[in-house]
């Protein structure tokens, strides 16, 4: 069974810093694009990363470019979101996400696996 579980979320001021993680399980990863999205209260989920197997393909949605770095632990099955300069509009539900049919996507309709969410809400 493919679990993937996030951690990491939680309440901060606005102008500080989240890390967080996703675990996976349940078979290999090897070849699978993973990637982060979030979903505020009344919108729709929205990309946010993504990063191929290989690390060599990244893509960040431009809201948060320069802020955010993702990365991934092939090893551990683990992937990571780095959140520096947190604001207000960054509060949402984060889901960590896998696809095994694209080398990378922004494309939230080709992941195949979600994690359950984990909230990070940022107080101005």
């Known amino acids: 069974q493919v679990q993937l579980v996030e951690s990491g979320g939680g309440l901060v001021q606005a102008g500080g810093s989240l890390r967080l993680s996703c675990a996976a399980s349940?078979?290999?990863?090897?070849?699978?694009?993973m990637g982060w999205f979030r979903q505020a209260p009344g919108k729709e989920r929205e990309f946010v990363a993504t990063?191929?197997?290989?690390?060599?393909?990244?893509y960040y949605a431009d809201s948060v470019k320069g802020r955010f770095t993702i990365s991934r632990d092939n090893a551990k099955n683990t992937l990571n979101l780095q959140m520096n300069s947190l604001k207000p509009e960054d509060t949402a539900v984060y889901y960590c996400?896998?696809?095994?049919?694209?080398?990378?996507?922004?494309?939230?309709?080709?992941?195949?696996?979600w994690g359950q969410g984990t909230q990070v809400t940022v107080s101005s």
């Open positions: 349940g078979r290999t990863f090897r070849g699978y694009a």
């Open positions: 996400a896998a696809s095994s049919r694209v080398l990378s996507t922004t494309d939230k309709s080709l992941y195949d696996y």
């Open positions: 990063m191929s197997w290989s690390g060599d393909t990244i």
